[in-house]
């Protein structure tokens, strides 16, 4: 009888299991340039669902931590190239990139502020 009720406790914590969120890390180049882009583009992913988003503007690199119930990567990527910007997996929405301020355009970098 024990053994019934593990067994039966065993695969009821099994199957609550397969329901249940995951929060995923992923990480992906994003072609942005300068600063500002950097402020866009986490702003754009400051949402229900991702617990963070840092974009780091040598590396080129985005790391993100989301949920993945509520989104997919494909659906982050198209967050990103929605607001005009270019990632490994996507091209940018390019009536976007061309209302992009000149410095966040693709080879605009000459137009950023320099660092500080």
Same mark, same amino acid.
């Given at each position: 009888? &024990?053994?019934?009720?593990?067994?039966? =406790?065993? @695969?009821?914590?099994?199957?609550?299991?397969?329901?249940?969120?995951? $929060?995923? /890390?992923?990480?992906?180049?994003?072609?942005?340039?300068?600063?500002?882009? &950097?402020?866009?583009?986490?702003?754009? =992913?400051? @949402?229900?669902?991702?617990?963070?988003?840092?974009?780091?503007?040598? $590396?080129? /690199?985005?790391?993100?931590?989301?949920?993945?119930?509520?989104?997919?990567?494909?659906?982050?990527?198209?967050?990103?190239?929605? @607001?005009?910007?270019?990632?490994?997996?996507?091209?940018?929405?390019?009536?976007?990139?061309?209302?992009?301020?000149?410095?966040?355009?693709?080879?605009?970098?000459?137009?950023?502020?320099?660092?500080?």
């Amino acid at each position: 009888m &024990k053994t019934t009720k593990y067994v039966m =406790l065993t @695969l009821l914590i099994a199957v609550s299991q397969l329901g249940m969120a995951k $929060s995923v /890390v992923t990480e992906f180049k994003v072609k942005g340039q300068c600063g500002e882009c &950097k402020s866009r583009i986490e702003k754009a =992913l400051d @949402l229900p669902g991702i617990s963070f988003a840092t974009w780091d503007v040598d $590396s080129k /690199v985005i790391t993100i931590r989301y949920n993945d119930k509520r989104f997919s990567e494909a659906q982050i990527h198209t967050i990103i190239n929605e @607001l005009g910007y270019a990632t490994d997996k996507q091209q940018a929405n390019k009536t976007a990139e061309d209302a992009l301020p000149k410095c966040c355009r693709p080879g605009g970098a000459k137009h950023c502020e320099p660092k500080e």
